[in-house]
């Protein structure tokens, strides 16, 4: 399943049914899991390890060292995990020793054409990046999170779970779960119904996840009183509890 153009280091660790194309290059510290298929023209080195079942298109860049000034060979590594498609032009870089020194994606992912995620992002499962995505360093993106094509998101920057994004939006403060964003800066534009009836979620959460969304952006309530009033609404229904453990974690501000 290697193709005899391919150039494959003899301390790379193959799993059974791996798949590697035409003038792919594979680096002695890479470990890529059972039946991955690597198309022509990939390049992934570094201390990379690639899970099973994954699908990695042609002209990818994975596991190359961090565009940070400040790196200076440490050992750091990237680590994806399986199921994930991940689409031409990809460049997925190593973590820095100034974070957890490693950049992560996890499962089930869906990863479009041309989707840069740099340094240290760590980034959960079933996520969608449409064509152009692009992260900086320290970005997390909590699972089912949809950015649409061209969302730049900021350094440090955290995106909850099933946000969706519109095109060509620019990230520059924390977006809370299930929120719609959109603008250049983003800014909020309610409740993404349409995404959380699609994972099952029940009216009547959808519904408690629209008055959370107005208590925090629609009350007048400075945003710890806005908080308080959410504390109290997960005691009845445990989803809106995902907004308040975010706000606790933010670092860099809410979009507003």
Not at 73 to 78: P, V
Not at 194 to 200: T, Y
Not at 220 to 241: C, F, H, S, T
């Amino acid at each position: 399943m290697i193709h005899p153009t391919a150039l494959v280091d003899p301390g790379a660790k193959l799993g059974g049914n791996v798949s590697i194309g035409a003038y792919s290059i594979i680096g002695p510290n890479v470990e890529i899991g059972d039946n991955t298929e690597v198309g022509p023209h990939a390049v992934i080195t570094g201390h990379t390890r690639i899970g099973c079942d994954n699908r990695i298109f042609q002209f990818c860049s994975l596991g190359e060292v961090p565009q940070d000034k400040k790196y200076a060979g440490e050992d750091t590594r990237l680590e994806i995990g399986d199921r994930n498609t991940i689409r031409e032009f990809c460049t997925f870089n190593l973590g820095t020793a100034q974070d957890a020194g490693v950049t992560r994606i996890g499962d089930d992912n869906w990863i479009m054409a041309y989707v840069h995620v740099a340094h240290d992002c760590q980034v959960g499962n079933h996520t969608t990046f449409a064509n152009n995505t692009q992260l900086a360093g320290h970005v997390h993106i909590d699972d089912w999170a949809i950015l649409g094509g061209f969302t730049g998101v900021h350094q440090f920057c955290r995106i909850g779970a099933h946000v969706m994004t519109a095109v060509g939006s620019v990230v520059l403060q924390d977006v809370p779960p299930y929120l719609m964003a959109a603008g250049n800066t983003a800014q909020p534009y309610g409740i993404n119904v349409e995404g959380l009836k699609r994972r099952g979620f029940t009216p009547e959460a959808i519904t408690a996840l629209k008055r959370a969304y107005r208590t925090i952006y629609k009350s007048g309530l400075m945003l710890e009183e806005a908080k308080a009033k959410l504390v109290e609404a997960a005691k009845d229904q445990p989803d809106v509890q995902l907004f308040v453990d975010f706000l606790n974690i933010s670092k860099r501000g809410i979009i507003r």
